[in-house]
């Protein structure tokens, strides 16, 4: 019996060392200089993505503290009170004192969680004093972007998957970026507040990019509101975060960060190719009314007039 309770006290001290190591492993990863993004949660590029990336470990830290603590005091309740060492079990119904104490405390946690993220709340909501504003709609299964105010303004499209098909069958091998790339990726210029105007066309969906510290439902008939402020170029994907259909993993979210003077050259060629295609439009319907007989131009004409 003697040679058991030893087992079962080595036992309970590896599983409370390895709670220990649990908890010390999220500060090892917040302070290491070189975070493992495959494993962890992506390098935060944003203000409000750090404070949300901190506050993650913080609360979990937390939670491995309690599970430690319950759990350990459950264990050692079990050790050292056990029927072979002649206890008998306590003959109460109540304890008023411990039942206060189990209710108050975890009240008190969950207070103090609340005061301590809702800065990090309130700071998501304040769009304010934005220098560029862009409005983001999910369709199944693609994103619409378009350019509401400031540089860029009127500029407008649709940004859908590249991922090659045979890669998503296992005929091809996958990339790094399987599932990740798109044609036209939503580009912004690196420290300046973007706020995103956020709904949908069909369905639910989430427009989600964890570097950014942003993730926002777009909800048909409703317009929600995020920003961001990225602090470094390079490009930032995410995923749709809401399941949307059939097709729900096949709509990721790439931005791309520039500098300002190429942010702006984008924008230059962006406004330059929109000028052309209306134009373009233009010289395709003349040179069809060249072609067309003149009877039938004098047809069309009189139709418009009528439908006026």
Known sequence: MLSIGKKMFCSIKRVLGYGLVLMTTPLTALFANDLNTK??????????????????????GVCLIIFVLVFGVMFYSIYAHRKSKGYQPADFSDNHTVEILWTLIPFLIVVGIGVYATPAVMA???????????????YQWKWGYEYLKGEGEGIKFLSTLTTPYEQRVNIA?????????????LVVPVDKKVRVVITANDVIHAWSVPALG?????????????????????????QCSELCGKDHAFMPIAVKVLSAEDYSIWVDGQQASFEQKPNKKVAEGKQKNKSMPAESISAVAFSQEETK
């Open 39 to 60: 494993y962890n949660l992506r390098e935060p590029v944003t203000a409000l993505a750090r404070d949300l990336y901190f506050m993650h470990y913080v609360l979990m």
């Open 124 to 138: 998501q909501k304040d769009t304010s004093n934005a220098e560029l504003t862009i409005k983001v709609t999910g």
């Open 214 to 238: 942003v993730k926002q439902d777009s909800i048909p008939g409703f317009v929600r509101d995020s920003w961001f402020k990225a602090e470094k170029t390079g490009t930032y994907v995410g």
């Open 173 to 185: 091998p996958k990339t790094n970026n399987y599932l990740l790339e798109v044609d036209n990726p």
